[in-house]
């Protein structure tokens, strides 16, 4: 069972910056595609980037798009999210997702594994 530990957010003023990161255990040879999505309160959880197993193919939702860079080290099995630019509606739990498929995705359930999530929190 593959274990994804999110850490790095918190409270930020608006157009303030932020970095995300998610490191995996055990069975890390079965993750390929990775993904952070998130949840605002009263609202779905929704896709917000995601990156293929070489990082060589990337997607952004729209709405963090030129904000948000998604990265990964596949050395330190570590997969980051860069968010620039805030604002107070990025505000949300911050998930990272696995896939077993190398192939990127930006639907929810074609994830495997999930982590616990990180709060993060933009101040107007």
């Known amino acids: 069972q593959v274990q994804l530990v999110e850490s790095g957010g918190g409270l930020v003023q608006a157009g303030g910056s932020l970095r995300l990161a998610c490191v995996a255990s055990s069975r890390t040879s079965s993750i390929g595609g990775m993904g952070w999505f998130r949840q605002a309160p009263g609202k779905e959880r929704e896709f917000a980037a995601a990156?293929?197993?070489?990082?060589?193919?990337?997607y952004y939702a729209d709405s963090v798009k030129g904000r948000f860079t998604i990265s990964r080290d596949n050395a330190k099995n570590t997969v980051y999210l860069q968010m620039n630019s805030l604002k107070p509606q990025d505000t949300a739990v911050y998930y990272c997702a696995a896939r077993s498929s190398v192939v990127a995705t930006i639907m929810t359930n074609d994830y495997n594994w999930w982590g616990q999530g990180t709060q993060v929190t933009v101040s107007s």
């Open positions: 990156i293929s197993r070489t990082g060589v193919i990337t």
